[in-house]
């Protein structure tokens, strides 16, 4: 029995993959897509309503995307005409991808075409556009005063991550009404580093399906990717109501399908994922009880500023005479702030005046939040109260809440932390973040109760879960109001 387009597709990523160096696969950001993930991302799209479209595949690797495409049209189009046009630099994988394009083509009405050229210089020159993009483009970043940022610039754009910029690129080469569908990490969808491109992204084209993946090791699992992907549809100029929401496992898992209001996916501020009806109402949950943000309540967060390898000669395992507490992650246990504790980590911090006035905080109350949970907590968001009379250093890995570089009143700090140990901040934060660590743009973006409630929430003095959500719940939401 001969094997598909497809198969023959993955057996030459399997190749092509052999064949790469690690090292510059590494700095080109290639990932090559499987067959199982290509299936997916080829599944997404529309099937065009006229008689012809024309594609593109950009950083086309193997080709295995614009097989995956053409091994689904084939089948439900089979009159429909298809030119693609795939674009790759690496000249290792021409032939590879020759040999796929060259399948393709022996399919009835499928053409296609090999630009041997650098994408982003391409895609910024060419006068072509596309009814479909489709793309897994690379992951690396990109460099300050690097050719291809200034590049970037040059057109007016800013991203950190090249993958962006293939995503930028994607939108400006579809015509009106064009989709581009993309497996990319989640990274773009919330914090300040990708909120320009964001924002410029929902404005050009509306989200009208998304694909996530509850593993974040599988779907890339013979290339070493860690990130969290998702697979997002989008239509130029085009705004829906609502957005199919598919969810699986991994690439080789059945998926589960819902719809969910568009207002509930894209807001102002980020992307949410609601992968599950739970995840749904973790969301408006939030939106409906909690109105604030830490700005409005008058506070800030910070990270800790002592950053471990840079001042080793400060850092001490003893006590030493006039040394201050240095409070890493390891002194947040159960809920509570505990130092010392017999860390293997240095517990103390003692420099000269000059370099205290720049690491130290004042003695008062403070909110500790981790920026990297360990694997055995069951929460992603880990919170305790920090208090002292004299000044205190705090770890790098650790936020800090604040009040213009001061203590909270006591209630205030006690209720945040409450708040930030419960189970609906946290099944929030899950929907809310693609990140596994909680960064300090995060919680500024986060909404949270009102002073007045935070200070009720103090009154909670357990450290069970199960009191903690009773008493947020009790709090946050009116009585005769079902959450």
Same mark, same amino acid.
């Given at each position: 029995?001969?094997?598909?387009?497809?198969?023959?597709?993955?057996?030459?990523?399997?190749?092509?993959?052999?064949?790469?160096?690690?090292?510059? %696969?590494?700095?080109?950001?290639?990932?090559?897509?499987?067959?199982?993930?290509?299936?997916?991302?080829?599944?997404?799209?529309? &099937?065009?309503?006229?008689?012809?479209?024309?594609?593109?595949?950009?950083?086309?690797?193997?080709?295995?995307?614009?097989?995956?495409?053409?091994?689904? &049209?084939?089948?439900?189009?089979?009159?429909?005409?298809?030119?693609?046009?795939?674009?790759?630099?690496?000249?290792?994988?021409?032939?590879?991808?020759?040999?796929?394009?060259?399948?393709?083509?022996?399919?009835?009405?499928?053409?296609?075409?090999?630009?041997?050229?650098?994408?982003?210089?391409?895609?910024?020159?060419?006068?072509?556009?596309?009814?479909?993009?489709?793309?897994?483009?690379?992951?690396?970043?990109?460099?300050?005063?690097?050719?291809?940022?200034?590049?970037?610039?040059?057109?007016?754009?800013?991203?950190?991550? =090249?993958?962006?910029?293939?995503?930028?690129?994607?939108?400006?080469?579809?015509?009106?009404?064009?989709?581009?569908?993309?497996?990319?990490?989640?990274?773009?969808?919330?914090?300040?580093?990708?909120?320009?491109?964001?924002?410029?992204?929902?404005?050009?084209?509306?989200?009208?399906?998304?694909?996530?993946?509850?593993?974040?090791?599988?779907?890339?699992?013979?290339?070493?990717?860690?990130?969290?992907? =998702?697979?997002?549809?989008?239509?130029?100029?085009?705004?829906?109501?609502?957005?199919?929401?598919?969810?699986?496992?991994?690439?080789?898992?059945?998926?589960?399908?819902?719809?969910?209001?568009?207002?509930? =996916?894209?807001?102002?501020?980020?992307?949410?994922?609601?992968?599950?009806?739970?995840?749904?109402?973790?969301?408006?949950?939030?939106?409906?009880?909690?109105?604030?943000?830490?700005?409005?309540?008058?506070?800030?967060?910070?990270?800790?500023?002592?950053?471990?390898?840079?001042?080793?000669?400060?850092?001490?395992?003893?006590?030493?005479?006039?040394?201050?507490?240095?409070?890493?992650?390891?002194?947040?246990?159960?809920?509570?702030?505990?130092?010392?504790?017999?860390?293997?980590?240095?517990?103390?911090?003692?420099?000269?005046?000059?370099?205290?006035?720049?690491?130290?905080?004042?003695?008062?109350?403070?909110?500790?939040?981790?920026?990297?949970?360990?694997?055995?907590?069951?929460?992603?968001?880990?919170?305790?109260?920090?208090?002292?009379?004299?000044?205190?250093?705090?770890?790098?890995?650790?936020?800090?809440?604040?009040?213009?570089?001061?203590?909270?009143?006591?209630?205030?700090?006690?209720?945040?932390?409450?708040? &930030?140990?419960?189970? %609906?901040?946290?099944?929030?934060?899950?929907?809310?973040?693609?990140?596994?660590?909680?960064?300090?743009?995060?919680?500024?973006?986060?909404?949270?109760?009102?002073?007045?409630?935070?200070?009720?929430?103090?009154?909670?003095?357990?450290?069970?879960?199960?009191?903690?959500?009773?008493?947020?719940?009790?709090?946050?939401?009116?009585?005769?109001?079902?959450?």
């Amino acid at each position: 029995m001969s094997i598909g387009l497809l198969e023959r597709a993955e057996e030459r990523r399997k190749a092509a993959l052999a064949q790469l160096d690690s090292e510059e %696969q590494a700095q080109r950001g290639q990932y090559f897509t499987p067959h199982l993930a290509a299936q997916i991302i080829a599944g997404l799209p529309r &099937l065009p309503a006229g008689e012809s479209v024309r594609v593109l595949d950009p950083g086309a690797g193997s080709g295995i995307l614009s097989a995956a495409l053409v091994d689904r &049209l084939r089948v439900w189009r089979p009159d429909l005409r298809v030119h693609i046009v795939a674009v790759e630099s690496d000249s290792v994988l021409h032939p590879a991808l020759s040999e796929t394009l060259a399948d393709l083509e022996t399919v009835e009405g499928v053409t296609t075409e090999l630009v041997d050229a650098d994408f982003l210089v391409w895609a910024l020159s060419t006068g072509q556009r596309f009814d479909l993009v489709i793309q897994n483009p690379p992951y690396a970043k990109l460099r300050t005063g690097s050719d291809p940022q200034n590049l970037l610039r040059g057109a007016g754009i800013t991203v950190p991550n =090249i993958y962006a910029a293939f995503l930028e690129l994607g939108l400006r080469l579809l015509v009106d009404g064009g989709q581009q569908v993309a497996i990319t990490p989640r990274s773009w969808m919330n914090g300040t580093y990708y909120s320009a491109f964001r924002h410029h992204f929902v404005r050009t084209a509306g989200i009208d399906a998304l694909h996530t993946f509850e593993s974040r090791s599988k779907v890339f699992g013979d290339t070493g990717v860690l990130q969290e992907s =998702i697979v997002v549809s989008a239509t130029r100029g085009r705004t829906p109501d609502q957005v199919i929401v598919h969810t699986s496992y991994d690439h080789d898992s059945e998926p589960s399908s819902r719809t969910v209001a568009y207002q509930d =996916i894209v807001t102002p501020d980020f992307i949410h994922v609601p992968a599950t009806e739970s995840d749904a109402k973790a969301v408006a949950w939030m939106a409906t009880h909690a109105q604030h943000t830490l700005a409005d309540l008058g506070l800030t967060v910070s990270t800790g500023r002592v950053v471990d390898f840079r001042c080793p000669e400060m850092l001490h395992h003893d006590r030493v005479d006039g040394a201050v507490p240095m409070v890493n992650a390891t002194h947040i246990r159960g809920g509570v702030t505990q130092h010392p504790v017999g860390a293997k980590k240095p517990e103390w911090f003692h420099t000269d005046p000059v370099a205290a006035g720049k690491l130290l905080v004042p003695g008062g109350h403070y909110v500790l939040i981790k920026r990297f949970s360990a694997k055995e907590e069951r929460r992603r968001v880990v919170s305790a109260v920090w208090r002292s009379e004299d000044e205190v250093a705090f770890d790098n890995k650790l936020n800090y809440i604040h009040q213009d570089g001061h203590g909270l009143d006591a209630e205030a700090a006690n209720g945040l932390a409450v708040f &930030l140990n419960s189970t %609906q901040l946290d099944s929030y934060f899950r929907v809310f973040s693609g990140h596994t660590q909680v960064n300090a743009t995060d919680l500024r973006q986060m909404r949270f109760p009102s002073l007045d409630q935070l200070r009720q929430l103090a009154a909670v003095t357990s450290h069970d879960q199960l009191e903690i959500d009773a008493a947020v719940e009790a709090v946050l939401v009116p009585a005769g109001v079902k959450a």
